[in-house]
Structures are given as C-alpha cells and as structure tokens.
T-cell receptor, first 108, second 114 residues
Framework: KNEVEQSPQNLTAQEGEFITINCSYSVGISALHWLQQHPGGGIVSLFMLSSGKKKHGRLIATINIQEKHSSLHITASHPRDSAVYICAVHFGNEKLTFGTGTRLTIIP | EAGVTQFPSHSVIEKGQTVTLRCDPISGHDNLYWYRRVMGKEIKFLLHFVKESKQDESGMPNNRFLAERTGGTYSTLKVQPAELEDSGVYFC????????????FGPGTRLTVT
C-alpha cells in the first residue's frame, strides 16, 4: 500500500530554534513535495525534489531515496513560520499522496 | 500571471442541499486536479482532468460528487445532495503538460455542511 507518514504531528519551538520535520514513504516514488499551509490559507509549494537537497532561504529539504525518507529543516525559526507543513509524494504517477501534516508553532 | 483560483472561499450549506465549487487553473495548464481534506484526515486525491477529459477519478467518494471541465478551462465540482461528512476543504491544483509533478495549488474552498 502506498503510504506517507510524517513526524511529529505537532511541534512547538522557541523562536530561533532549528526545526526538523520528517517524512517517510512506503515504496519508491517519482518525486516528493513539501507544502506549507497557513491557518485559513491555501497551500504553497515549498520544494519539489526527487534526489539530493534543495535550499531556499532558511528552508532546506533533503531526500534519501534508498531509505525512503525526506526531511524539511528550518533554520533560525520565526513565528511567521508557524503553519502546517505537509509532505506529499508521487508514487509513479501524477496524483499526489499526502501525509497528515505537521503543525508547527514557533513561540516568540 | 494569475495563480489557481477557487470560488467560493467558504460555503455553508444544510444537509441535503447542493453546492458547486469552481476552480480556475493557471492559463495554459491542461492538467487539473481536485483534492480534499476532511476534518482530522490527510488531504486526498479526488480526480484528475486532462483538458476536458477525466484521466483518473479513482478518488471520487460516491456518485453524489460530479466534476466537470467543459471546454478544458475551469472546472466545477458539484455535491448533490450534500452530507455532513462532505465538510472539509476542497483544493484544486493545475500543472502543465510535461510538468505533471509541478502542481500549483489554489487557496481552497472550505465547505461546511450543517
């Protein structure tokens, strides 16, 4: 069965802390997305990756194809980073399978 | 360039009523996807259009849901009659031919069935 698991489900941290959110999937994938959803807001695509590592500002996404695992890191976290972060994958086709999301709260 | 837009942003209806959600993809995007998130669950795929044709509708929950994309531009998702368990956020996404994995999401429509 094609599944995506994220951890943790909820994460609260102090401003400035280094944040890591994890995503594991059950079988081989074509590509993986990290998405962000602010309360009451739409979904924004942060990264799409199929190998290696990508960086954008304070956000870093890595993927290990052999271990079927990806991580999203946030450096120098800020209260505006508070959102739900969602991992979603393509299991060999164009439709996305989503993780349950990680609710991140950064306290000033 | 305008992004994916959805209308309405929020709809509150009573059980048994009909609601129609609309999605306008990015201009030129032939692929259009509907997803939804019901309370406490992960977002799930509903269906995929390529232009006006339904490529994959394996995620449609039942025959109370009808999706159309006449002319291959905007799409509508009708729920008739709505049930309480249909409450959730309905997202639309679009992508270009050949760039299927680069999906751009709309802001979503929050549907509340009372």
């Amino acid at each position: 069965k094609n599944e995506v698991e994220q951890s943790p489900q909820n994460l609260t941290a102090q401003e400035g802390e280094f944040i890591t959110i994890n995503c594991s999937y059950s079988v081989g994938i074509s590509a993986l997305h990290w998405l962000q959803q602010h309360p009451g807001g739409g979904i924004v695509s942060l990264f799409m990756l199929s190998s290696g590592k990508k960086k954008h500002g304070r956000l870093i996404a890595t993927i290990n194809i052999q271990e079927k695992h990806s991580s999203l890191h946030i450096t120098a976290s800020h209260p505006r980073d508070s959102a739900v972060y969602i991992c979603a994958v393509h299991f060999g086709n164009e439709k996305l399978t989503f993780g349950t999301g990680t609710r991140l709260t950064i306290i000033p | 360039e305008a992004g994916v837009t959805q209308f309405p942003s929020h709809s509150v209806i009573e059980k048994g009523q009909t609601v129609t959600l609309r999605c306008d993809p990015i201009s030129g995007h032939d692929n259009l996807y509907w997803y939804r998130r019901v309370m406490g669950k992960e977002i799930k795929f509903l269906l995929h259009f390529v232009k006006e044709s339904k490529q994959d509708e394996s995620g449609m929950p039942n025959n109370r849901f009808l999706a159309e994309r006449t002319g291959g531009t905007y799409s509508t998702l009708k729920v008739q009659p709505a049930e309480l368990e249909d409450s959730g956020v309905y997202f639309c996404a679009s992508s270009q031919t050949g760039l299927l994995y680069e999906q751009y999401f709309g802001p979503g429509t929050r549907l509340t069935v009372t």
